[in-house]
Nanobody, 121 residues
Framework: QVQLEESGGGLVQAGESLRLSCAASGRIFYIHAMGWYRQAPGKQRDLVATITGGGTTNYADSVKGRFTISRDNAKNTVYLQMNSLRPEDTAVYYC???????????????WGQGTQVTVSS
């Protein structure tokens, strides 16, 4: 089993910044990618940003230029620096892990419990 421990959510005003962290632990043989998704009330869960072990990043158009994803491979930790936050960024943010538990098992997806980010106008 894999555990994803998220931290860093909270309530901020528009224009302010937050930094989310997610540390992965447990049975992990190889991590293909780590990332963040978000889900606003009544909406589907959408991709925010992902990063591979080699550092290749991918961002949703709505956050490009404002959010930065980074990763500490030695700590199996992914970060999301969120600047110039907007009310429409309000959502529960979920950490995602694309990994293999062992060399003999297929890729699997792990999810964190979610952390609330609320941006007031």
């Amino acid at each position: 089993q894999v555990q994803l421990e998220e931290s860093g959510g909270g309530l901020v005003q528009a224009g302010e910044s937050l930094r989310l962290s997610c540390a992965a632990s447990g049975r992990i043989f190889y991590i293909h990618a780590m990332g963040w998704y978000r889900q606003a009330p009544g909406k589907q869960r959408d991709l925010v940003a992902t990063i591979t072990g080699g550092g290749t990043t991918n961002y949703a158009d709505s956050v490009k230029g404002r959010f930065t994803i980074s990763r500490d491979n030695a700590k199996n930790t992914v970060y999301l620096q969120m600047n110039s936050l907007r009310p429409e960024d309000t959502a529960v943010y979920y950490c995602n892990l694309d990994y293999q538990p062992s060399a003999f098992l297929a890729r699997q997806a792990g999810w964190g419990q979610g952390t609330q980010v609320t941006v007031s106008s």
